[in-house]
């Protein structure tokens, strides 16, 4: 599976982003799909992920109200809509994936993205 993701930028403090990410392959359902994120100096940490049908997802605790993970099947991408967005969302986000359910519980995700980056201005 390679994954590309795409809608980093630079945005304002409260302001909203959309990041894309596209699958290759015939079987992206039978992926879980996730994000991650790497802000500078930090390691990588987990935003949220959905479910092979988009029917579940989770999120970080501090993502929880503000960012939405989906999915399109159809058209082998997973989203992330991020809302009120804050200088501490300032990071590289990355796209992942894993076949079947099982990196749902243990976040240990088997393909990534190159990563595109977010930078929020107070």
């Known amino acids: 599976v390679q994954l590309v993701e795409s809608g980093g930028g630079l945005v304002q403090a409260g302001g909203s982003l959309e990041l894309s990410c596209e699958a290759s392959g015939r079987t992206f359902s039978s992926y879980a799909m996730a994000w991650f994120r790497q802000a500078p100096g930090q390691e990588r940490a987990f935003v949220a992920a959905?479910?092979?049908?988009?029917?579940?997802?989770y999120y970080a605790d501090s993502m929880k109200g503000r960012f939405t993970i989906s999915r399109d099947n159809d058209k082998n991408t997973v989203y992330l809509q991020m809302n009120s967005l804050k200088p501490e969302d300032t990071a590289v986000y990355y796209c992942?994936?894993?076949?079947?359910?099982?990196?749902?519980?243990?976040?240990?995700?088997?393909?990534w993205g190159q990563g595109t980056k977010v930078t929020v201005s107070s």
């Open positions: 992942a994936a894993d076949y079947g359910v099982r990196a749902l519980r243990t976040y240990e995700y088997a393909y």
């Open positions: 959905v479910s092979l049908t988009g029917s579940n997802t």
